[in-house]
Structure formats: C-alpha cells, structure tokens
T-cell receptor, first 110, second 116 residues
C-alpha cells in the first residue's frame, strides 16, 4: 500500500538554527514527490516537485532532496516567517491520486 | 491568475441539510480533486476526476457526491450533512503532463464547514 510518513510531527527551532524535515515513502513506482507549505487558515502552497533519486531543488532557505525511500527538506538559517506546517506528498506511477503525509509543524523562535 | 477558487469559504449547516461546495480552476488542468483535512489525519482524498467526464472515489467518499461540470469546474455535494463531516475541504487540480512543475497538484484556499 502506498504510504507517506513525515517526521518529526513538530519542531521548534531558534532563528538561524538549521535543521531537516523527513518524508519517508512507500510506493510501487514514484511519479513525483511534492513539498508544500501550509499556513494556518490557508491552503497548501506548492514548494517543490522531485522526480528521481538524487534530484535536488532549492528556494531561498529551503532545499529539497530525494532518495529512493525518502526526501528531506533542509531549512538553512530559518527565520520566524518560515513557521508553518510542511506537507509531503507522493504520486505513484499509473495513478492520478496523491498520497499526503500528516505534516511537520515548524515553529521558528526569534 | 486566480488558480483554484473555492466557495463558500465558511458554512454552518444543521444535521440533515444539504449543500454544494463549488470549485473552479483557470490553469487548464485535466484532473481535479476534493480533499478533506482533519487534525492528525492529514489530507484525505474524497473524490477525484482524472479528466472531464470522469469521476472516481477516493479514500473517504461516503456521504459525498461530485459533479465534473466541465473542464474548469468540479463541485462537491453533501446530501444529508452529519457532524462527522465537519472539516476543512480543499479543492485541487493538476496537469497530467510532466512539465517543469509537472504533475504538481495545486490547491484552493479551503472551505470551512461546520455541521451542528
């Protein structure tokens, strides 16, 4: 069964304290892995799409990487405005469905 | 460019009442989705439409119906609302083609539904 597990559930960082969020997945074949940011009261906002192991993408303080079993979202020198819930999702080959993890709630303290 | 637009943003229903959530996308996407999001449960797929004219059940379809009105619009109907359907509902769309942002799924801002 296709499955996505995110860890940790919650993370508190001091401003400038770099860290990584984990997304482990199990799919029969990966069509794409997606990272989103979700602020309270808002819809998920697209961050990155990764397609194959070894791929990396960056945007400001965020960098997403992908292996055959997991993806990491690295946050370098975070700021309070990076506080949000970060969601990971996968789409398996041959399907239109997207499977989401339950997210990591990130709080960055000034 | 509005992306995915949902209405209404907030709604309170009494048990047994019916209502329809409306969704429209302006990205010319083929596929559209309805998810619900509950604390600790993540986003769960209710129904999806791979392309105009087709709809399929997702993970939690009971108590819901959908209509893919045309390529742009995909509505979700609660025929007889129950308190267990209190949730945040998100409509989303994606393109089947693998372009630079590929088959990325894009979300609306959500509809907060309370059933009392």
């Amino acid at each position: 069964e296709d499955q996505v597990t995110q860890s940790p559930e919650a993370l508190r960082l001091q401003e400038g304290e770099s860290s990584s969020l984990n997304c482990s997945y199990t799919v029969s074949g990966l069509r794409g892995l997606f990272w989103y940011r979700q602020d309270p009261g808002k819809g998920p906002e697209f961050l990155f799409t990764l397609y194959s192991a070894g791929e990396e993408k960056e945007k400001e303080r965020l960098k997403a990487t992908l292996t055959k079993k997991e993806s990491f979202l690295h946050i370098t020198a975070p700021k309070p405005e990076d506080s949000a819930t970060y969601l990971c999702a996968v789409q398996a080959t041959g399907t239109y469905k997207y499977i989401f993890g339950t997210g990591t709630r990130l709080k960055v303290l000034a | 460019n509005a992306g995915v637009t949902q209405t209404p943003k907030f709604q309170v229903l009494k048990t047994g009442q019916s209502m329809t959530l409306q969704c429209a996308q302006d990205m010319n996407h083929n596929s559209m989705y309805w998810y619900r999001q509950d604390p600790g449960m993540g986003l769960r797929l209710i129904y999806y439409s791979a392309s105009e004219g087709t709809t399929d059940k997702g993970e939690v379809p009971n108590g819901y119906n959908v209509s893919r009105l045309n390529k742009r619009e995909f509505s979700l109907r609660l025929e007889s609302a129950a308190p267990s359907q209190t949730s945040v509902y998100f409509c989303a769309s994606s393109d089947r083609r693998r372009t630079s942002s590929g088959n990325t799924i894009y979300f609306g801002e959500g509809s907060w539904l309370t059933v009392v």
